[in-house]
Each structure stands twice: as structure tokens, then as C-alpha cells.
């Protein structure tokens, strides 16, 4: 269990590390680009993020976060199961969820835009200001899914 517990904690606070640093530097660099610029390198960085490491990062988590679910329900006595539901639950819900039901989507639209276009300006300039906010609250869930769950480790 320790293991596992150790697993969770680092996957997710390398995936908040990631993601922290989208927030503050990657996206705010990507937007001082021409919107022709800025389009091209997120459209590059969305294609290699796609890779065995970070994969297993953001998705391996998830699967270790769900096997701790699963065994604090079944055996909520156990006296950190408390913090690993809520740690897991963060990471699942606010960490992958998000990404699946906003950044993807918002990811897929640019990846088909012509960036040399008026709509590809305009929206770049909303996928800057939306991914960005999701990506916030990615961090901010997966950084405290990281503290809950590194207090579990505790016990």
C-alpha cells in the first residue's frame, strides 16, 4: 500500500509540476507570439505531449488514484482513508476530467483551425484565455491532490 500511496503522490505532483509551468511561463511566452506563431508551437507541443512518459504520468495516476478509491470504500476504517479519497478524487475529477472535458476539446478545435486565418486569430485568442483558465484549475487539483495524498502516506 505504501507503494502505491508513494506512486500517487509523485505521479501527482509531477503532472501539478507540468502543469504549473503551463501556467506560468509556457502559455504566457505562447500569447506574446503573432497568433500564426503562437497556434503553430501549441499545435506542436499538443502533438509531442503525446508520449509513453507523459502518458503514464497523467493516466497511470489516475489508475493508482482509482485503485485507492476503490480500497478506501472498501475499507474506510483504514485511518488515512480520508485523505486518500479526497487526494484521489482531486486528481481524477479536477486533474484528468478536466483535461478530457475541456483542454482536449479546446486542443482538437486548434489542432484543425488555419492558423493563418482571421479565425484562427480569433481563436487563438479565446483558446488562450480558456485553456489557460482550465489548465488553473488542473493545477490547482492536481497540487492539492498531491497534499492530501502525501499526508496519507503519513499512515
Known amino acids: 500500500m505504501f507503494a502505491l500511496k508513494l506512486f500517487a503522490v509523485l505521479g501527482c505532483g ?3 509540476g507540468v502543469f504549473f509551468a503551463f ?10 507570439l503573432k497568433p500564426q506563431e503562437g497556434i ?14 507523459f502518458m503514464t504520468a497523467l493516466f497511470g495516476t489516475a489508475v493508482v488514484c ?3 478509491v476503490i480500497f ?3 475499507k474506510w476504517h483504514y ?10 478524487l482531486l486528481y481524477i475529477v479536477g486533474t484528468v476530467g478536466v483535461t478530457i472535458a475541456f483542454n482536449v476539446p479546446l486542443n482538437d478545435a486548434l ?4 492558423r493563418s486565418s482571421a479565425e484562427g486569430a ?8 480558456n485553456w489557460t483558465l482550465w489548465n488553473h484549475v488542473r493545477t490547482i487539483a492536481a497540487s492539492a491532490a498531491t497534499t492530501a495524498l502525501a499526508i496519507a502516506l503519513r499512515y
Open 14 to 16: 509531477l503532472v501539478a
Open 23 to 32: 501556467s506560468t511561463f509556457v502559455m504566457p511566452a505562447l500569447a506574446r
Open 40 to 53: 503553430l508551437a501549441m499545435q506542436s507541443i499538443n502533438i509531442t505531449v503525446i508520449n509513453p512518459l
Open 66 to 68: 482509482l485503485f485507492l
Open 72 to 74: 478506501c470504500l472498501l
Open 79 to 88: 485511518s488515512a482513508s480520508i485523505y486518500l479519497l479526497v487526494g484521489s
Open 111 to 114: 489542432a484543425k483551425v488555419d
Open 122 to 129: 480569433s481563436l487563438w485568442a479565446e483558446y488562450l484565455t
